[in-house]
């Protein structure tokens, strides 16, 4: 969960909060398009109720950790693809799988 305090300090200096080493797997992101509109590793239906996570990467579109088969994890595990964020409109976050943080 994070508190309002912490996002608006997240809208501020993201690098300067000094508790941990930049992620260097952000380096050299180029825009991706995604893959699909919804789980490439479901059957259709199973990621009704899961976050959908685009690979920034290769745009693959998976299931995120919190839905019963973690599809994004499992394409972290086959591709070595570290970072994965929301397909959905709203807050903008980074998960790095490598660094096992948001990033
Ligand atoms: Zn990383
Ligand atoms: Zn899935
Ligand atoms: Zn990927």
């Not at 479901?42 to 088969?69: E, I, K, M, Y």
């Amino acid at each position: 969960m994070i508190s309002r305090q912490n996002q608006a300090l997240d809208a501020g200096a993201t690098s300067a909060r000094g508790w941990a080493p930049p992620c260097e797997h952000l380096d050299g992101l180029v825009p991706v398009t995604l893959q699909s509109a919804c789980c490439r590793g479901c059957q259709a239906g199973d990621d009704r109720r899961a976050t959908l996570l685009t690979c920034l990467t290769c745009g693959w579109v998976a299931c995120s950790d919190g839905s019963p088969n973690q599809h994004a994890k499992t394409h972290y595990e086959e591709t070595g693809h570290p970072l994965a964020a929301p397909v959905a409109p709203g807050p903008r976050w980074r998960w790095c799988y490598a660094h096992q943080r948001l990033v």
